[in-house]
Every structure is written in C-alpha cells, then in structure tokens.
C-alpha cells in the first residue's frame, strides 16, 4: 500500500483530496504547513507528496532545498491554473507532474496511477546507460557518437516528467523513435503511445481523427468517434509534422494543451483528457513560423523541452553500428546469415545519406536481397555523385533565380520542381533533399497538378519540373546583382 502526503493550506481542500486518495487504496497523512511537511516527510517518506506552492509559513519551494527530503518521493505540484509557466517551473524543480484545482477524482487516479518511486527510475536508467556502453543502444536508438550521447542524456532528464517534449531534425532522423523510448521511460509507460502523422491525414478528416466527432455532428458520422487524445488517455500522443497541421485546428491544438480538455466535432460539452504530448517537426521551427505553417504561440507551447536531433551526416561513426543492427534483424527475420564487406562498409561510411537512418535501412535490405551469397558488397551500395560538394553558381543548371517579391508558394513551387528534375523524378532523394516527408512531397505534387490541368492538361501527381535546381537559390535585387543563400544539402 502506498502512501501519499497532502501539503495543502485550504482545510477544505485538503480533507477532500484525502477522501480522494484514500478510496485509491493509499494512506494519506496532511500537513498544512511547511513545518509539518518536514516532519511528516521525516517520520514517514510518502510515494507521492501533493504540494501546493503558497503556504502560511513559505513557499512550497523550500522543501526542494533539502533535497533529501523529496529524495525517494514523487512530487506533483498544486496549482491553481494550468500555464507554460508552470509547466516549466514544475520541470525545474523536479516535480513529476502537476495538478489543477480544483482537483478531481479523475485528475488524482491519473496521477497515482503512475507512482513510481524516484529511486527505481533512477536503476532503470542507470541499467540503459549500461546496456548503451555495451552495445551502442538506448532504449529504441542505437549510436555512441557524442551527438546521440546528447540526446539520451536529454531523455533521461525530461522522460520522467509530465512536460511537453518537441522534437526537431531532418526527415528518417528517428524522431518516432524518441518520442517511443521518452514514454517508455516515463511513469505513463503501461498506458498507449499513439503516433500520429499530421501530414498522412486528409485535411477534411484531421480534426475528426484528433479531436474525435459525435453521432449526426456532419454527413457520414453515423457513430460517436473517439479521436487520438481519447484513445491515448492516461498515456503519449505523438504528433508527428505538426507543421502540417491546418492553423485553425493549431488554435484548438493550443486550447487542448493549455486546459487539458477537450470538445469533439459537434459537441457542446468539454472533458478532461490526461494525454502527454510529443510533437515533431522536420522544418526548422522558426522558419516554419515565418512561412505561416505553425502558430508562434503553438510553438511556445510546444517548444519546453526541445531536442534536435543530428542528421546521419553529422554523426558518421554510428553508420557501421546501425547498418549492423539493421543487417541482424533482416537476418533474424529471412533466416539467412550475410555480412557486409570491407568495401560495403566503407561506401556506406562515405556516403552523404540525405535521408537519413530511414535511407540507411533501406539500403540495407535492398543491398541483402540483391547479394548472392553470404558477403554483402558494395555492388549495390549508393555513393554520391562526383559533383556533389562542387558549390552551385547561378545559372549553371544547378540552381534556380528568382525575382525579389516573388511569393514563397511560387517559390515553393519551383524549388520543389527542380530539385524533383534534379533527381530524375526521385521521390524518396527529393523529399529528403528539402526535408519534407515523402507523404508532403506527393501532396504537394498533387495539387500543383490539379493546379496545372485546367490551363496546361497536366495529368497524374508529377507536373513537368521548369527549372534545374539545387541547393542554392540565387535572388535578384533591384539593383540587378545577385545574392544566393544555401537552402538544403
């Protein structure tokens, strides 16, 4: 039996929580000052102490100053309203979570739903920093490189807590994979991780996906339909390309994030919901503000505990150990040993791989179904063309000029275009290439094809590229000289 330690001032408000916490099973003890709360947390440390900050003798604080005190506790802040500012407050000082008053019973079976004590999270992640020395894997990412080192020590640090994490680096980077070992590691590990892609979803459908619909509420909803938030309750919700997101479901995105509730499609009614949202993005954040894709205050919202992720290029030495690990498990799974040559090892150490550790493992597999015996070679390896490092110049047939006042989606348009030409209709290289999914690219191909057979009878999802491109767009000033920027390598 657990048992849990209420640091609350309000009479009323104490009593009640403890009637709550007793019906869980736990024994509850009330301290309402923080001289009791030392004593209490002396005589008998609790699994969990609700704390409320504003006390008659001080702040709530101060018992984070003794950090033996709190040192084998789970500590969940009360306060009066749910805000950015205390969600990041309640990271800073250690606390697991925090609740809003007035509480629940909901709110309260969440959180003692998911006590665990400080000191066993602190052995399950000392067991991973031991199986990642021997072995090179952390949780669902594999890497020693000191710019995934980084990353897991990011993990380690926010999984335990109930913050929003947003999640940034280029496409096939891993960023599911993240999001996967951040909620296993976190206190809502036995409840449902759902991965949403918020570009795979027709835009006509996407709030009804996420935010769910009820009976009659359009054409076609015959039944209530409970959304992603719902269905991932007391657990992760994994927003893949939240960039992708329209902006007016952004603005409900943000009301669901600040309340913690909700209202389906053609209800009137709201509810709770106690879901930890991971989001992610392959365009840099601001950029993606600046472009009008994602809400400034969205990404504020989002934005508490970021972490970037470093693209394959960066982080060379651990091509051999995930093209080894990828190798294992396409063994294991055809039942047919092969390994890979000296001289496959050093095509893929030599490579750029532009899309990533996505690219990597598909390059893997294709390279074990086309070898005929056991040593895989370098046969079917890619490499990088001869003049990929050679800097464009304008003009050359490897970059594209565009006029100052030009619109970003005409030059969208045409950057999207050429770098396709480029790649000789390439899909997987050309999204890669500008950092989209291949599910964006393929929308965008679309639409410009409908946009294009009315006036020039283009047919199907690949319009006629226009331009050469590459990875530099020169710009024209007015005063007829040129200035080019680097948009993509």
């Known amino acids: 039996m657990g048992h849990v330690l209420i640091v609350e001032d309000n009479l009323d408000s104490a009593e009640m929580m403890a009637a709550l916490v007793a019906t869980e099973g736990f024994t509850v003890a009330v301290a309402n000052r923080l001289r009791d709360a030392r004593q209490q947390l002396a005589l008998h440390p609790p699994d969990v102490v609700l704390l409320d900050l504003k006390l008659p003798d001080g702040s709530g604080i101060e018992l984070f100053d003794d950090p033996t005190l709190l040192e084998n506790s789970e500590v969940v802040l009360i306060t009066g309203h749910a805000s950015l500012e205390t969600s990041i407050q309640a990271f800073r000082l250690g606390a697991a979570d925090y609740l809003i008053k007035p509480v629940t019973m909901k709110q309260l079976q969440g959180i003692l739903s998911r006590v665990i004590r400080p000191a066993v999270l602190k052995v399950e992640l000392a067991t991973l920093s031991e199986e990642w020395e021997r072995s090179g894997r952390f949780g669902h990412l594999w890497g020693r490189s000191p710019a995934m080192h980084r990353v897991y020590e990011q993990i380690s640090r926010v999984a335990a807590t109930a913050v929003t994490v947003f999640i940034t680096g280029e496409s096939g980077t891993g960023k599911e994979m993240v999001a996967h070992t951040v909620h296993d590691l976190s206190r809502r590990r036995n409840e449902p991780f759902l991965a949403v892609n918020c570009g795979a979803i027709s835009p006509n459908l996407i709030e009804s996906e996420i935010f769910g619909h009820e009976k009659g509420s359009f054409t076609g909803a015959d039944r209530q339909h409970l959304g992603f938030f719902e269905r991932a309750h007391g657990g992760t919700l994994f927003l893949d390309e939240v960039t992708e997101m329209p902006l007016e479901l952004q603005v409900k995105l943000l009301r669901v994030l600040e309340t913690g509730t909700l209202m389906r499609v053609g209800s ?90 996505r690219e990597l493992r598909n390059v893997v597999q294709r390279a074990y179904l086309m070898a005929a015996d056991e040593i895989i070679t370098d046969q079917w390896l890619p490499c990088d063309a001869p003049d990929a490092a050679r800097p464009a110049t304008p003009g050359d047939g490897r970059s594209i000029t565009l006029p100052l006042g030009t619109t970003l989606a005409e030059a969208e348009y045409q950057l999207i275009l050429a770098t396709l030409q480029h790649f000789n209709n390439h899909k997987e290289r050309t999204a890669a290439v500008l950092g989209v999914s291949l599910k964006t690219l393929y929308n965008r191909l679309k639409e410009y094809a409908a946009a294009n057979a009315g006036s020039a009878g283009a047919a199907g999802d690949e319009p006629p590229a226009q331009a050469l491109p590459d990875a530099r767009l020169a710009v024209v000033r007015p005063d007829g000289d040129q200035e080019s920027g680097l948009i993509a390598r």
Do not use: M
């Not at 090892?345 to 750029?352: G, M």
């Open 268 to 357: 009137t009614h709201s509810q709770e919901i106690d879901v930890r949202v991971i989001a992610a993005t392959n365009r840099p954040p601001d950029e993606a503000v600046a472009a009008g894709r994602l809400r400034e205050d969205l990404l504020y919202r989002l934005n508490v505990f970021p972490i970037e992720l470093p693209p394959l290029r960066e982080r060379a030495d651990d091509i051999a150990l995930l093209a080894a690990q990828f190798l294992a498990d396409i063994c294991q799974h055809e039942g047919q040993i092969k390994r890979l040559s000296p001289a496959a090892l050093a095509r893929l150490a030599a490579y750029r791989w532009p899309g990533n550790v």
